[in-house]
């Protein structure tokens, strides 16, 4: 069944006139909170192409700054290059010690961003918006993502023929990561750590966020 069925048929129904509720439509709030960064994922899971494309999908409804929507994709499935992508990147910068992503626990599946214009302030804003709303997607349709911009720009570039730039890197896959969020107030150390096999994910509370 394809990943977008449900949209798919909502669209068909709404054009046909008829009222459409969704059951069991996962909240935004849920979808944050399953939006975790793994940095460890099951290899034995293949991501298909049509789940990259699905992703991807959401630039076609998404903000950018005065349309300009200069962000484009290159999608790397096992099949085509991405088992032996990750070498280009660098994960888990506060655990350099863990040496991440551990043998055997690499994603299989990415989508490299590029741009089609400079880098700008406004380019980064759609960048930010784009790798969010991306996430999200994977989570919606029971995948995991990470959010890669440590990496040599031209090497990947190098490697995949690239005419564009790439921007950042969105790793894919079935996450097999326990994260938790913990609150902090403003003003405590905000670098993710592991605890008892736990990744932590410091997060400043509500109170101290509001002015």
């Known amino acids: 069944m394809a990943d977008n069925y449900l949209e798919r048929r909502e669209e068909a129904l709404r054009t046909a006139g008829r009222v459409v509720m969704r059951r ?5 709030d849920s979808l944050l909170l399953r ?3 793994h940095r460890a994922y099951d290899t034995s899971y293949v991501v298909a192409k049509r789940q990259l494309e699905a992703i991807v999908s959401v630039n076609t409804k ?11 994709f290159k ?9 032996d992508f990750c070498r280009f990147l660098h994960l888990g910068g506060y655990l350099p010690e863990l040496h991440l992503p551990t043998p055997g626990t690499e994603p299989q599946a990415f989508i490299v961003v590029c741009g089609t214009a400079p880098e700008t302030p406004v380019v980064d804003i759609d960048l930010g918006i784009s790798l969010q709303s991306m996430a999200l997607k994977a989570v ?3 995948l995991n993502a990470l959010i890669v911009r440590a990496f040599d720009r031209q090497a990947v570039r190098d490697a995949l023929g690239l005419e564009l730039e790439p921007l950042a890197v969105l790793a894919v896959g079935k996450g097999i990561e326990k ?6 107030p403003s003003g405590s150390d905000l670098r993710y750590y592991r605890r008892d096999g736990v990744h932590c994910v410091p997060k400043v509370r509500l109170e101290d966020l509001l002015l």
Do not use: Y
């Open 75 to 83: 999608l790397l499935d096992a099949a085509s290059g991405g088992a």
């Open 140 to 142: 919606e349709i029971g």
């Open 35 to 37: 939006n975790r960064s």
């Open 62 to 72: 998404i903000p950018s700054g005065r349309n300009a929507q200069t962000l484009r």
């Open 179 to 184: 994260i938790e969020l913990v609150e902090v």
């Open 24 to 28: 069991n439509t996962p909240s935004l």
